[in-house]
C-alpha cells in the first residue's frame, strides 16, 4: 500500500502543480488549490473500497482476468491483446433512454451544427465510440492508455445490437499488443463506420493514444493520424446546449440531466490510476473490475447521450417541448451563431405550445 500510495501522491502532486487549472478527462476542470488538498487516506480508502481489498491485513489470492468476464488472448503483429466483447440488444434501456433511440435520431445537420464539414452524411450506426481510462489526466508521453473501450452498430444473426470492445493493457510490456489491436479495430470499422464519437476526445483521449502510437513506432499515417478522422465531440455539443443551466457538464451531469441516468457506485476517475497500479503489481483482476465496469458504462452513454443531443440540436418538437426553458435559448444561440435559418421561429413555437393555455 505504500508503494501505491507514493504513486498516488506524485501523480496528483505533480498534476496539480503545472496550471491553476487543468481540464480533465471528462471536461471537469481541476483546479491545483482543490489537488493539494487531496487527503491521502481518503484515496486510500476510494481505492482500498473500489478494489474490495482490505487496507492492511492478510493476503488475499488474485481473481483471475479470464473470471470477471470472457476475457478472451488475441494474437497482433505485437504479440498478445487482452480483449472482452459484449453485445447489446436494441431493447436495452440505460435511465429512461432505449438503445434503439440512437438509430432514430436525426443527424443530418450535424455538419452545420457543430461547423464541422467532415461530419457530411454523418449517421449514429457508422460511427465508432471512443473512449479510454488513463493513467493521469496529461496527454504527454508519460501518460499510458490502460483500458480501450470501443462500440459500433453491427448487424447480428438476431438483429443490429450495439457492440462493446475493451481492451486492457494487462502488463505494460503488453501495452504495444493492446495498441495494434486497437489499430486493427479500427482500421476494420472504418471502412463502414468512418466517424468518430467521443466525449472531450478531441483533446484527451485521441491525444494520448496518438501519443502512445508514435512512442510504440507505429508510423503508418493512418494509424496515428487519429485527429485527422471526422469526429463528433459530445463534450463540444452538450456545452452549446447545456452550459449555464447545469452546475457543469461532466459526463454524469449530463446522463443525470439528458438520460435520467445516475451510476450507482461509479468508480471516482481519480482512483483509475491507484487500482490499475494494483493491478499491474497484484494480478487481481477483481479490484479493477469496477473501472471496467466505468468504461462500458461511458461507451454506451456516449451512443445513448449522443442521440439525444442530435435529436434536440436538430430542433425536434418533442425534445424541445421537454427542455428547459434555458436550454432552447441556448439552442436558438447556436442556431444564430452557425448561421441556420429558422431557430428564432422554430424555438419560439416550442415556447408558445409550452405555455399553459386560458380555459
Known amino acids: 500500500m505504500s508503494d501505491l500510495r507514493d504513486k498516488l501522491g506524485r501523480f496528483f502532486a505533480g498534476e496539480g502543480a503545472k496550471a491553476t487549472t487543468v481540464q480533465g478527462p471528462r471536461g471537469a476542470q481541476i483546479g491545483a488549490a482543490s489537488a493539494s488538498r487531496i487527503d491521502p487516506r481518503q484515496l486510500e480508502r476510494a481505492v482500498a473500497r473500489h478494489a474490495q481489498t482490505p487496507l492492511a491485513g492478510a493476503t488475499i489470492a488474485a481473481t483471475p482476468l479470464e473470471a470477471i468476464g470472457d476475457w478472451r488472448p488475441v494474437e497482433t503483429r505485437r504479440g498478445i491483446a487482452w480483449e472482452l466483447e459484449e453485445r447489446v440488444a436494441l431493447g436495452t434501456t440505460a435511465g429512461d433512454a432505449r438503445?434503439?433511440?440512437v438509430l432514430a435520431a436525426r443527424t443530418e445537420r450535424l455538419r452545420d451544427l457543430m461547423g464541422d464539414a467532415r461530419l457530411e452524411g454523418f449517421a449514429f450506426d457508422r460511427a465508432t465510440y471512443l473512449d479510454i481510462e488513463a493513467t493521469g489526466l496529461s496527454h504527454g508521453a508519460g501518460t499510458v492508455a490502460c483500458l480501450i473501450g470501443l462500440g459500433r452498430f453491427e448487424a447480428d444473426p438476431g438483429g443490429a445490437c450495439f457492440v462493446m470492445r475493451q481492451l486492457l493493457v494487462r502488463d505494460p510490456a503488453q501495452e504495444g499488443a493492446a495498441l495494434a489491436r486497437f489499430v486493427a479495430l479500427m482500421h476494420a470499422a472504418l471502412d463502414s463506420s468512418p466517424y468518430i464519437v467521443s466525449f472531450n476526445g478531441k483533446s484527451y483521449d485521441l491525444s494520448v493514444l496518438q501519443s502512445r502510437l508514435v512512442m510504440f513506432g507505429f508510423g503508418d499515417p493512418s494509424e496515428v493520424a487519429l485527429k485527422l478522422k471526422p469526429?463528433?465531440?459530445?463534450?463540444?455539443?452538450?456545452?452549446?446546449?447545456?452550459?449555464?443551466?447545469?452546475?457543469?457538464?461532466?459526463?454524469?451531469?449530463?446522463?443525470?440531466?439528458?438520460?435520467?441516468?445516475?451510476?450507482?457506485?461509479?468508480?471516482?476517475?481519480?482512483?483509475?490510476?491507484?487500482?490499475?497500479?494494483?493491478?499491474?503489481?497484484?494480478?487481481?483482476?477483481?479490484?479493477?473490475?469496477?473501472?471496467?465496469?466505468?468504461?462500458?458504462?461511458?461507451?454506451?452513454?456516449?451512443?445513448?447521450?449522443?442521440?439525444?443531443l442530435a435529436t434536440l440540436a436538430h430542433g425536434d418538437p418533442i425534445a424541445l417541448a421537454a427542455a428547459p426553458e434555458a436550454v432552447v435559448d441556448n439552442l436558438r444561440r447556436l442556431w444564430r451563431r452557425r448561421k441556420m435559418a429558422g431557430g428564432d421561429e422554430l424555438c419560439t413555437k416550442r415556447l408558445d405550445r409550452s405555455r399553459p393555455t386560458d380555459v
Open 99 to 101: 438503445v434503439s433511440e
Open 231 to 308: 469526429h463528433l465531440d459530445l463534450l463540444h455539443l452538450g456545452r452549446a446546449l447545456w452550459k449555464g443551466v447545469l452546475d457543469d457538464c461532466r459526463l454524469p451531469t449530463l446522463e443525470r440531466a439528458v438520460l435520467k441516468l445516475a451510476r450507482i457506485d461509479d468508480v471516482p476517475g481519480s482512483a483509475v490510476p491507484g487500482l490499475f497500479f494494483r493491478f499491474v503489481r497484484t494480478r487481481d483482476a477483481r479490484g479493477f473490475e469496477p473501472v471496467l465496469r466505468h468504461n462500458r458504462q461511458d461507451v454506451l452513454s456516449l451512443a445513448l447521450l449522443g442521440g439525444r
